[in-house]
C-alpha cells in the first residue's frame, strides 16, 4: 500500500505541477545572486566580531553600550545616515506588554580567592574568580557583598534534603545547579554567605565532556534574596570535591562590588534602505539578531550581529554603485538585547511593528568544526503556515548544492568561501519550528509576523569562557549572510510577476510533504497520524494564500493552486480536505472559542521575566500542559514550553480548543485534551485571551 501510494504521488507531479519546479536561479536573478556573493566578506563580518566579543554584553550595561556603539559607527561609515541608538527605560518596573523591564546590571570589582594557612593565618593561595579578566566567572545580577567563609558541598541545593545533616550557615555553597534555582534556600533560608556553582552546560552529545568550561550563570533581576555567585569550570568543582572528602578543610575570600541600576537604558541600534516605491516603503524587511552575552560570546551571538552587519554594507554598497537597483520595500537591521529587546521594539512602537512583514533572524551563524555546530534554516512553526519557510529552505538548499559541488573539486562561481575561512560543503539542515531567539517573539501570535531563522545548534561551547573567536569561520558568516540577504532582496523586490515562481515551489514542496504523511498513514495510525491528516490541508491552503502577502495572486492561478492542493489529498487519504475525525471527549470545553486580548502584546515568558509566572504565582506549577512532554514521528522531544507556545499562537478566535488541540497533536506530537484545556483557561483567567 505505502509503494502505490508513493507512487502515486511521485506519477502526480507530472499531472498536476504544470509548469517545471522552480530553482533559485529561475526565481531570481543569477546575475544579482553572483554579485550578492563576490561582494559579501567573511573577513570583514569577523574583525567586526573580533571587535564585539571584547565586550561584557549583558542588557543595559556599559559595555553592551559600548558593543552598540561599535555597530551604530560602523553603519555610518558604510553610508548610513539614519543609523542610531534608541533608548528604552531599563528601570524595574516599566511593562513593555508582557515584558517587565529588567534593571541595568553593572560591575565594578568581583574576586574569588582560595585561602591556605600559613603560620596560623589565612592568606591568598589562588584567584578562581576575577571580573576584569572572565567576567563569566560571576553569575549575572550579583549583588554587592562579600564573605571569608569555609565550603560546603550541597549538590543540587533544590530541595531540603540537600542541606540534610550540613551546616551551611555563613558558609560558601558548592552547587551543581544555577545559582538562580538554590538561592532563596540556600542563602535565604539556611543562611549561606555565597554561591559557588559548577552548572555544566547546556545538553549535548559533549555534555560534560569538556571539564575546562565555566558556564554562564544567572540570579533572578527581581530577587526576593540578594546575594552574589561565582561561577567555576566542573573539573574545578571535582578537584574541590575530592579535597573536601578528604577531610580537608577549604576556606574561600570573595567580594563583589556590582549593582543594579534603576536609571539604565536598554540600547537598540536601527538603520534602514527606504525602499524605492512610494507605498511599498512602508512595509519592512527586518534582521535581527542579539547583541547581548557574556564576554566573549563569539558565536553566541556575536557571529548573527556581524553577519547582518555585513549583509547591510554589501547591501548599501551595490545599491550606492549603481549596481543593485534599490527594492520596493524597507530593508531595516536592528540590534536589540535578546528577546526583551525585541518584546521592547515592537511594543514601544506599534506603527513600526505593523510595517513589518518578514523577519529574517539570525544567532549563531559562525561555529567552525571544533564547536560540533550543525547550520540550521528554520522556518516558521506551524500555527503559521507561510510561503517564506519554503523560500528560505529553497536558498538554503541552493547554498547546500553549490557548496557541496566546490567542496567535491567540481565548478561552481557560488562557492561561498572566505580566503581565511574553509571548504566545506554547508549541509545545513532545513527544519520547521525551533525556539530559543528572539525570532519567536515575531512570529508570537500578537504580530504573527512570518520568517526564517538561522543557527547552529548544538555547540558545545554555547554560554562559556571557551566561546571565542578563535571557533569562528568566516566562511559560515559569509553564507549566512548570502541566505539572509538574498531572503531579504527577494521579499523587499516580489510583485505579481513572482507569484509563478513561488506558486511552483509550493507545488514541488507540497507533494514532498504528502509523501511524509503517506508514510505515516501507511506504517502506523495513530493519534499523530489522524490529526496529521486533519491539519496537513488546511496548512498548504495557507501557505498558498500567504503569498497575498506580498503579490495578489490571480483569481486563475489561486483556483488552480488550491485544486493541485484538494487533488493531492485525494490521492493521500481518499477524499478532499479529509477532516480530522476529532477527539471523543465528550467535555464541552473543547468547543469553547477563545480570542487574543489586544490590550495583552507578547509572549508568556520574556527574558528574566515570566508575565506568566508573575500573574499565576503557584498555580503555574500545576499547569499540565507546561509539564508536559511528547515525541514526534522523528523521535524528537516536544516541550511543554513549545506546546504552550503554539497554544496560545494557535487561538484565532475562530479555532475550538478542540481543534487548537489537534493542531497541537498534528504539527507536534499527542497531547491530551484536559491539558490544553486547563492551559487556556489558565490564561483567561488572567485575561490574556477571552471567549469570544
Not at 549583558?58 to 551604530?72: K, L
Not at 560558601?172 to 545547579?177: D, G, H, N
Not at 536592528?334 to 514601544?348: C, F, H, N, R
Request: net charge negative; proline share 4%; charged share 25%.
Amino acid at each position: 500500500m505505502r509503494k502505490l501510494l508513493l507512487s502515486a504521488i511521485a506519477g502526480a507531479t507530472a499531472l498536476l505541477a504544470g509548469p517545471a519546479a522552480a530553482e533559485l536561479r529561475e526565481i531570481m536573478n543569477e546575475k544579482h545572486l553572483l554579485m550578492i556573493a563576490q561582494e559579501l566578506s567573511g573577513e570583514e563580518a569577523k574583525r567586526n566580531l573580533d571587535r564585539v566579543t571584547l565586550y561584557h554584553r549583558t542588557r543595559a550595561s556599559s559595555q553592551f553600550r559600548q558593543a552598540a556603539e561599535h555597530i551604530r559607527d560602523e553603519l555610518r561609515s558604510y553610508g548610513y545616515d539614519d543609523a542610531r541608538i534608541i533608548e528604552y527605560p531599563a528601570d524595574g518596573k516599566t511593562m513593555f506588554g508582557t515584558q517587565k523591564s529588567r534593571p541595568a546590571w553593572d560591575v565594578n570589582f568581583a574576586e574569588l580567592w582560595e585561602l591556605k594557612e600559613n603560620d596560623g593565618a589565612w592568606e591568598r593561595a589562588r584567584k578562581l574568580g576575577d571580573w576584569d579578566a572572565v567576567p563569566l566567572t560571576l553569575a549575572q545580577d550579583s549583588l554587592t557583598g562579600g564573605a571569608t567563609a569555609g565550603l560546603v558541598d550541597i549538590g543540587r541545593g533544590t530541595a531540603d534534603s540537600d542541606y540534610a545533616g550540613k551546616d551551611v550557615s555563613g558558609k560558601f555553597v558548592l552547587t551543581e545547579s544555577q545559582p538562580g534555582a538554590i538561592a532563596d534556600l540556600a542563602v535565604g533560608k539556611y543562611g549561606a554567605a555565597g554561591i559557588i556553582s559548577y552548572a555544566p552546560n547546556q545538553r549535548t552529545a559533549w555534555w560534560k565532556e569538556d571539564d575546562r568550561l565555566v558556564r554562564w550563570g544567572h540570579l533572578d533581576s527581581f530577587p526576593d534574596v540578594e546575594t552574589f555567585a561565582f561561577m567555576i569550570s566542573l573539573g574545578e568543582a571535582r578537584r574541590l570535591q575530592q579535597r573536601l572528602a578528604r577531610g580537608e578543610e577549604l576556606r574561600f575570600h570573595g567580594k563583589v562590588d556590582a549593582y543594579h541600576n534603576t536609571k539604565g537604558k536598554y540600547s537598540l541600534v536601527t538603520a534602514s534602505i527606504p525602499g524605492a516605491d512610494k507605498t511599498l516603503r512602508n512595509e519592512e524587511i527586518v534582521f535581527t539578531c542579539h547583541l547581548d552575552h557574556p564576554r566573549p560570546g563569539a558565536n553566541d551571538n556575536a557571529s548573527g550581529c556581524v553577519a547582518i552587519l555585513e549583509a547591510a554594507r554589501t547591501l548599501k554598497k551595490l545599491i550606492d554603485e549603481g549596481r543593485y537597483a534599490r527594492p520596493d520595500r524597507t530593508i531595516r537591521f536592528i540590534w536589540p538585547a535578546e528577546i526583551e529587546g525585541s518584546i521592547i521594539y515592537l511594543t514601544a512602537d506599534p506603527k513600526a511593528a505593523a510595517r513589518i512583514k518578514a523577519n529574517i533572524h539570525m544567532d549563531m551563524v559562525g561555529g567552525n568544526a571544533n564547536t560540533k555546530a550543525v547550520f540550521r534554516v528554520s522556518g516558521g512553526p506551524p500555527s503559521q503556515p507561510h510561503f517564506i519557510s519554503d523560500l528560505g529552505h529553497e536558498i538554503g538548499a541552493f547554498v547546500n548544492a553549490q557548496t557541496e559541488i566546490h567542496a567535491s573539486g567540481g565548478d561552481t562561481p557560488f562557492d561561498l568561501t572566505a580566503p581565511e575561512g574553509g571548504k566545506e560543503a554547508q549541509n545545513a539542515v532545513m527544519e520547521g519550528m525551533s525556539l530559543g531567539s528572539d525570532h519567536q517573539i515575531f512570529n508570537e501570535g500578537t504580530w504573527r509576523i512570518p520568517g526564517i531563522y538561522l543557527h547552529d545548534w548544538p555547540d558545545r561551547y554555547i554560554h562559556t569562557n571557551y566561546d571565542t573567536p578563535a571557533n569562528i569561520d568566516p566562511t559560515k558568516l559569509k553564507r549566512a549572510a548570502f541566505i539572509g540577504l538574498t531572503t531579504a532582496l527577494y521579499l523587499a523586490g516580489m510583485n505579481e510577476k513572482d507569484t509563478d515562481g513561488v506558486l511552483s515551489l509550493l507545488r514541488r514542496n507540497a507533494l514532498s510533504r504528502a509523501g511524509a504523511l503517506g508514510e505515516c498513514r501507511s506504517n502506523a495510525w495513530n493519534a499523530y497520524c489522524e490529526a496529521a491528516v486533519g491539519v496537513h490541508w488546511a496548512a498548504e491552503h495557507a501557505k498558498i494564500d500567504s503569498i497575498n502577502d506580498f503579490a495578489a495572486l490571480d483569481d486563475r492561478a489561486r483556483q488552480a493552486a488550491h485544486d493541485f492542493i484538494d487533488n493531492l489529498a485525494v490521492l493521500v487519504t481518499g477524499e478532499r480536505n479529509m477532516e480530522s475525525s476529532g477527539s471523543p471527549d465528550p467535555a464541552m470545553a473543547r468547543n469553547i472559542v477563545y480570542e487574543r486580548n489586544p490590550a495583552v502584546q507578547g509572549p508568556m515568558n520574556g527574558f528574566g521575566y515570566s508575565y506568566l509566572a508573575d500573574k499565576l504565582g503557584e498555580r503555574r506549577r500545576e499547569l499540565a500542559l507546561l509539564g508536559h512532554s511528547g515525541r514526534d514521528p522523528d523521535g524528537r522531544v516536544i516541550s511543554g514550553g513549545a506546546y504552550a507556545y503554539e497554544a496560545l499562537n494557535l487561538v484565532d478566535g475562530e479555532r475550538t480548543v478542540g481543534e487548537i488541540r489537534d493542531w497541537l497533536t498534528g504539527t507536534l506530537a499527542p497531547v491530551p485534551l484536559a491539558a490544553v484545556e486547563e492551559y487556556l483557561a489558565a490564561l483567561a483567567s488572567i485575561g490574556v485571551i477571552r471567549k469570544k
